[in-house]
Structure formats: structure tokens, C-alpha cells
């Protein structure tokens, strides 16, 4: 296109010629689509390499951070191993319903800069995969295994089942919404409040004092819940903001 | 812009919240006031590291003469926490030759020595034989002029010897 122009203005045009008024270059309609077309993908390229790991870093920092039921203080839960196993298999999920294509963000006709920014944005949303399993699995006892085998049977059954980015997201918002239910108004209800001495506990709440003992519960502030809400609905922003592909296709 | 530069901003800024989000959750600061105060100190920690990459590494000369003062006058732990700040990457032989005097003097009794103290003592005067084996003070002030004196006296203080039951130990003077 830019050469056809130059060629265009640099033709003499003799006085005997009938001349035709056209658009100025920048105002033609092929100029206009190319311009807009390049306005896209640079919004595109935005999302995907600067809000996107925003979006996911943020999950995997809120992910892991409670605040103490005694003094509201920060508590930061580093994830357990099986959190780690649980994200790889949900990436490995997201490749299989081809929410993510490994086509699309790895290939050879890609630079450098842009081959590492895509495996940043991997690793940030691995790390938020991680830290929502470790926000969503009770940290201790018997509720640890129980729900986190819980998570192993349904991405387990997941594995093997025939999925469309659309349904996954759906059924992932159904499982962490469920699990969230769970841990943080099931279980954070059966868990009496701290910073009480124990026989003041045990008098005023001995139904919730002996489930605290029995589950071995954590004792974080209600706030903690209202953090990790925050970091689910986040991340599945994150994951409806992901493309399948970062190659430019015209 | 450019999409290289989206690229590179990207790299860039993930990097740089990624490298936040793991420093909390190293330090865990229980607070926003404790995380300026381990921000800080983390920013120091690298700075120094960074001086001893590149070759400038100094003592902390002011922290230095507070830690003497403070061993002059008897106040070991004072002066050992100010001569830990004024060499952290504990690299200056006669910095950490003092440490290892002020194991042995606080831990030195006429009775019974501190065993605990005497053995840090030990390792304190090792570090210092590694770091520069011919080292020998100038301090007029302590009679153990070399590491391999102090850890000599140290290992022997450690030592339960027939010379311990002597009654007469308790006129012998700390060194």
C-alpha cells in the first residue's frame, strides 16, 4: 500500500492528462482498515502481556494471604505440593480443551521477546492456578485431605472428559465456587473465633470449639474470606481474558 | 506503540510484580510497617551483596568503633550486634577476630565457662583463620594476638581436665 501511494505522488502528471481528485493517504479506506487493524492487536497484545499477568500475580499474591483471627494481622500461606500437582494439571486441562493452544504460543515464527513474554504469562497464570488451589484447600487436618481429594477426583474425571474452553470455564467456576463455599462459609462458620481465652471458648461456644479442635480449623479474621473471593472471581476474569493463540492472524 | 515494546513492558513489569510477590512471601511481614522495615533491610542485604561483587566492600567504620567501645567496656553482646552490622558479609578478619574474642571474655569465668558461648567462640575464630590465616591483632589491649591462640584457649576451656577441679583456678585472670 505505502508503495502504491509513493508511486502515485511521484508520477508526473502532464497538463494535457485529466487529473481525479482522490483521498489524501492517510484518509483512504484500505489505510483507515490498517490502522484500526493494528489498533486491535495492540489492545490485544495489552491484555494479553501486561494485564493479564497483572490479573494472574495479583491472584497468586492474594491467593495465599490470610489475616489472623487474634490480631488481623498478614498471614502468608505458602502453597502445599499438592496445590503445585493440582495447577499443572489444570494447565495441562486448559491445553487439552484447547483453551490454550501450545501452537499459539510457542512456534517458531515468533521473536524472542515475544516467545518469553508468552512463557511469563504461563508461568504467572501456573502461579495463580497454585495459589487459588492453596486459597481454596483448607490448610491443615482432615479437611485438607478430604477436600483435596475431592479436587483430585474432579480433575481426575476432567482429564478424560470431552470439554470446550466455554464448558471448562463454566465447570471451573462451579468447582472453585463450591470449594469456596466450602472452606470459607461452611468450615469458617464451624470455627470459633480467636483471640478468647479457652475457657470463655469453651463455655459461649463449645459446638464450635470442639469442631475447631477435632478439624484442626485455622483461626483467620472474616476478612480472609472476602480477600480470597476477591482472588477467585479474579482469576476467572483472568482465565475468560486468556487467548487461546497470541499469533497475529489476519 | 510498537508490539516489541508491549513485549519487553511485559517481561518487564511481570518480572517485577513476580519478583514482589515472592519477596512477601519469603519475608512474610505481618504488617505493612513490617514490610517497609524488611523491603529495607532486603535492599541493603542486596546492596552490600552488590559491593562485594564488585570489589568495594568496606566495614562500616562508625558501627565498628561502636562495637569497640562496646567490647572495652565489657558489653559483648552490644558489641558483637555492632560489629555483625558493621561487617554483614562477615569478610574483614579483624571484625570478626573481635567477635570471637567477645565469645570467649563473656563466656570466661573463674569457675566455670560458658560452653555455648565458648564453642561460637570456636567457629568465630575459625571463620577468621579462613578468611586471613597470617592474621595478628594490634590491639595492645588483648593478650590472644592470633585466631589460632584464641581457638587454642577456647578448645581448652572447652575441655573437662583434671586442671578443672584445681581450687586454684579461681586466681587465674581472663586473657
Not at chain 1, 490480631?71 to 483453551?99: H, N, T
Not at chain 2, 567462640?121 to 595478628?136: H, K, L, Q, S
Not at chain 2, 581450687?167 to 581472663?174: A, G
Request: proline content about 4%.
Amino acid at each position: 500500500m505505502a508503495k502504491l501511494k509513493e508511486s502515485e505522488i511521484e508520477a508526473e502528471i502532464s497538463p494535457d492528462e485529466d487529473t481525479l481528485e482522490v483521498p489524501v493517504a492517510d484518509q483512504l479506506p484500505a489505510v483507515r482498515e490498517d490502522e484500526s487493524v493494528r489498533q486491535i492487536a495492540n489492545r490485544r497484545s495489552m491484555r494479553t502481556y501486561i494485564y493479564l499477568p497483572l490479573i494472574f500475580l495479583t491472584v497468586a499474591l492474594l491467593g495465599g494471604l490470610r489475616l489472623s483471627g487474634t490480631d488481623g494481622s498478614f498471614i502468608f500461606v505458602r502453597p502445599a505440593l499438592i496445590c503445585l500437582i493440582f495447577a499443572a494439571i489444570l494447565l495441562l486441562l486448559f491445553f487439552r480443551a484447547g483453551m490454550l493452544r501450545l501452537d499459539g504460543w510457542f512456534t517458531e515464527e515468533m521473536t524472542g521477546t515475544q516467545t518469553a513474554a508468552n512463557g511469563l504469562v504461563l508461568v504467572s497464570l501456573f502461579a495463580a492456578a497454585t495459589q487459588i488451589f492453596n486459597s481454596l484447600i483448607p490448610e491443615q487436618g482432615l479437611t485438607f485431605w478430604v477436600v483435596s481429594f475431592c479436587f483430585l477426583w474432579v480433575l481426575w474425571n476432567y482429564l478424560f472428559a470431552e470439554f470446550d474452553p466455554k464448558r471448562l470455564l463454566k465447570s471451573l467456576g462451579a468447582m472453585f465456587g463450591l470449594a469456596f463455599v466450602t472452606k470459607y462459609m461452611v468450615l469458617a462458620n464451624l470455627t470459633a473465633p480467636g483471640g478468647r481465652s479457652w475457657l470463655r471458648s469453651i463455655i459461649e461456644n463449645p459446638a464450635q470449639e470442639a469442631a475447631t479442635w477435632l478439624l484442626d480449623l485455622p483461626r483467620f479474621s472474616a476478612g480472609t474470606g472476602y480477600i480470597q473471593f476477591f482472588a477467585v472471581m479474579l482469576f476467572l476474569l483472568g482465565l475468560f481474558l486468556t487467548p487461546s493463540s497470541t499469533r497475529t492472524e489476519r | 506503540m510498537k508490539e516489541k515494546y508491549i513485549h519487553i513492558l511485559g517481561i518487564v513489569l511481570t518480572l517485577g510484580y513476580g519478583g514482589l510477590v515472592a519477596f512477601l512471601y519469603a519475608a512474610e511481614p505481618r504488617s505493612l510497617e513490617e514490610f517497609t522495615t524488611k523491603a529495607r533491610s532486603a535492599v541493603e542485604n542486596i546492596a552490600t551483596k552488590g559491593t562485594v561483587v564488585i570489589g568495594t566492600y568496606e566495614v562500616d567504620a562508625v558501627r565498628f568503633n561502636e562495637g569497640l567501645a562496646a567490647f572495652r567496656e565489657d558489653r559483648f553482646p552490644a558489641a558483637r550486634d555492632a560489629f555483625e552490622r558493621a561487617d554483614p558479609e562477615k569478610r574483614d578478619a579483624r571484625t570478626q577476630f573481635y567477635i570471637a574474642y567477645s565469645f570467649y571474655r563473656q563466656g570466661w569465668s573463674r569457675i566455670s565457662n560458658d560452653d555455648a558461648l565458648f564453642q561460637l567462640g570456636v567457629e568465630a575464630a575459625e571463620r577468621v583463620r579462613t578468611i586471613d590465616p597470617n592474621f595478628r591483632t594490634d590491639d595492645p589491649g588483648l593478650v590472644l594476638k592470633t585466631p589460632v591462640e584464641l581457638r587454642t584457649e577456647l578448645e581448652e576451656g572447652l575441655k573437662v581436665t583434671a586442671d578443672d577441679f584445681n581450687p586454684l583456678r579461681v586466681f587465674r585472670e581472663r586473657k
